[in-house]
């Protein structure tokens, strides 16, 4: 375990978003919140549909988060609406390798939420973290070929395309998914 890390920030404000690590009893309002985008999570992520939780597992998807959390291996914030109080998102620092002192981020955000602007508020508050807080040095998205908003995103908030990988995974229609990677350093 790294010392440094036992004191981080557990929740960053944004101007309109609250940004925190997972808490017991957040399960049902997640569980929803997945519910309402399943669409979106089944065509534009289909590798994390069969993880999603189902209404009796929820709960326990939500403690394997905070347990991460506290065991340094990932870092989840569930993203809610200030106003609200409601969850509209999710963001994980993922796949960290404290040796190379780097990890992945993923990204999700309620289908009602997109072009707004709010992911974009968003990532510069966990980007900070990131880079100040957990010291890593690297940062990587991998987004779809087609999902321009997602690569406008990863520019708009500094990140560089580094390369690409053809024919990754099969979305539920057959058709094979090219990523592209990018990322972005302290």
């Given at each position: ?46 590798p ?10 929820i ?5 394997q988060?905070?347990a991460a ?58 980007i ?10 690297k ?19 500094g990140f ?26 302290k």
């Open positions: 375990m790294l010392q440094h890390l036992l004191t981080v920030e557990t929740a960053l404000i944004t101007h309109r978003t609250v940004v925190r690590r997972f808490r017991e009893n957040d399960g049902q309002n997640y569980f929803k919140l997945f519910q309402e985008n399943l669409d979106q999570l089944e065509s534009r992520y289909p994390i549909v069969d993880q999603i939780p189902n209404q009796d597992n709960e326990f998807f939500v403690r988060k905070l959390w506290l065991t340094q291996t990932e870092y989840c914030l569930g993203v809610w609406d200030k106003e609200s109080a409601v969850p509209i998102g999710l963001v994980r620092i993922a796949d960290i390798d404290w040796s190379c002192s780097k990890g992945e981020l993923y990204l999700f955000l309620d289908k009602t939420r997109h072009q707004k602007g709010i992911m974009t508020e968003v990532l510069q508050k966990v900070h973290f990131v880079f100040h807080q957990l010291q890593l040095n940062l990587v998205v991998r987004t779809e070929s087609d999902n321009f908003a997602a690569q406008r995103l990863a520019r708009k908030v560089l395309r580094e390369g690409d990988i053809r024919a990754e995974y099969r979305r539920p229609s057959g058709e094979w998914v090219d990523l592209m990677i990018f990322g972005l350093l």
